[in-house]
């Protein structure tokens, strides 16, 4: 059962999941089914993660800093380079709902 995540006023999408909650996902370009009938050139397909009855901890770190990121192809020679440092950390939790 699928569900459509696209708000109506200006074509975005209008829930994004957590990244902990994805499953899989699927990129479909070009031209996609009749299944996706408003899908103008992509439709990005999103599976979460199903409830279970033990109670998975998952625990993320994302790392950015300087000696890992690419170099920019448009960035000019001389020009100051753009410094965006990130260093966040992060959990989540699941289990069954109490009945």
């Given at each position: 059962?699928?569900?459509?995540?696209?708000?109506?006023?200006?074509?975005?999408?209008?829930?994004?999941?957590?990244?902990?909650?994805?499953?899989?996902?699927?990129?479909?370009?070009?031209?996609?089914?009749?299944?996706?009938?408003?899908?103008?050139?992509?439709?990005?397909?999103?599976?979460?993660?199903?409830?279970?009855?033990?109670?998975?901890?998952?625990?993320?770190?994302?790392?950015?800093?300087?000696?890992t990121d690419a170099?920019?192809?448009?960035?000019?020679?001389?020009?100051?380079?753009?410094?965006?440092?990130?260093?966040?950390?992060?959990?989540?939790?699941?289990?069954?709902?109490?009945?």
């Amino acid at each position: 059962m699928g569900h459509v995540n696209t708000d109506r006023m200006v074509f975005a999408m209008a829930i994004e999941p957590p990244l902990e909650s994805v499953q899989e996902f699927r990129i479909l370009t070009s031209q996609a089914s009749a299944e996706f009938s408003q899908a103008g050139g992509a439709v990005v397909d999103v599976v979460t993660k199903s409830g279970q009855k033990e109670s998975p901890w998952d625990r993320v770190d994302y790392f950015r800093n300087e000696a890992t990121d690419a170099r920019s192809y448009v960035r000019r020679p001389h020009a100051a380079p753009c410094y965006f440092p990130a260093n966040q950390f992060g959990a989540s939790a699941g289990g069954p709902a109490p009945a």
